[in-house]
């Protein structure tokens, strides 16, 4: 007599054991494993970095010992609006929400210096200031490296119209002119806070090559930076882009053809157009 069996057995139910389990395949979660490694270590090698890394609680006696080394006056007046606004478009415009550094522009200078291309820009204004103020004479990956963990202490350490104002004090803007208040007076002979739209552009775009973009020396090179950033500025949407263009049709030579000086009798920049409706309309933008 035979046994009955029962149906889902006679179909193959259930299926015999294969000894394979189900779930992410071996590759992936090595790549998952390796990452996760990765990361932890980063946040190690980052928490001991800003360990060793000195204190940024001098940040103001060293810019203070540094523009009386350079001859410029210590604090400096306040950031004025066009040239802060100026200044984040162009080179930082996360300033307000980022961390102090921007991870990727990080990671691409950091890239570039292994790959012996240099830097390859990205660094923040807290990296900037970082710079000036603690590593000033140092290059390469360790310095870079210190400057990230720097400008992170920087972020956390002072508000940021105080770092605005620091990074303004001891900025070096070229024809010898150090802090906004001695480049302002300097190239257009007029304080910062009377700066018109295209004179606060030009100064923003001359902190990355200040030399070799003097607009006295070289109103070609320092056109070319005003014009870079006046796009920035249209892009972030602090000026329109009808007024860009109405700034780029005043010449370099009269942006600055009252430099030499914030004296009594200083002409101000701010009435040369006094003839122009079209172009006093643009410098009040």
């Not at 890394?53 to 400096?76: C, E, I, K, M, W």
């Not at 007029?190 to 018109?196: E, H, K, L």
């Amino acid at each position: 007599m035979q046994r009955s069996t029962p149906l889902d057995m006679q179909a193959g139910w259930p299926p015999p054991e294969t000894g394979r389990r189900r779930g992410l395949p071996v590759a992936v979660r090595k790549a998952v494993l390796a990452l996760a490694s990765l990361v932890v270590a980063f946040a190690l090698g980052f928490a001991l970095l800003l360990l060793v890394t000195p204190s940024v609680a001098n940040a103001r006696q060293l810019a203070q010992a540094f523009d009386h080394a350079h001859g410029a006056p210590y604090p400096g007046v306040a950031t004025p609006a066009r040239f802060s606004t100026a200044l984040q478009a162009t080179e930082d415009h996360r300033f307000a929400s980022e961390p102090g550094i921007d991870p990727f522009g990080a990671g691409r200078s950091i890239y570039g210096i292994l790959r012996g291309r240099g830097d390859q820009g990205g660094s923040t204004l807290y990296q900037q200031l970082a710079k000036m103020l603690y590593t000033p004479a140092q290059a390469g990956l360790g310095a870079k490296a210190e400057q990230v963990a720097l400008a992170v202490k920087l972020k956390y350490s002072y508000s940021g119209t105080e770092i605005l104002r620091l990074y303004s004090d001891v900025a070096y803007f070229g024809h010898g002119f150090y802090g906004l208040q001695n480049a302002s007076c300097g190239y257009y002979g007029v304080p910062p806070a009377q700066m018109s739209w295209p004179q606060a552009a030009l100064l923003a775009g001359l902190v990355q090559a200040p030399s070799s973009d003097d607009p006295i020396s070289y109103p070609a090179a320092g056109l070319s930076r005003e014009q870079h950033v006046l796009d920035r500025l249209v892009s972030v949407g602090a000026i329109s882009q009808a007024s860009a263009d109405a700034y780029l049709r005043i010449p370099i030579s009269d942006l600055v053809a009252h430099a030499g000086g914030c004296g009594p009798n200083a002409a101000g920049g701010q009435r040369q157009y006094g003839n122009d409706g079209q172009q006093q309309q643009a410098r009040n933008d």
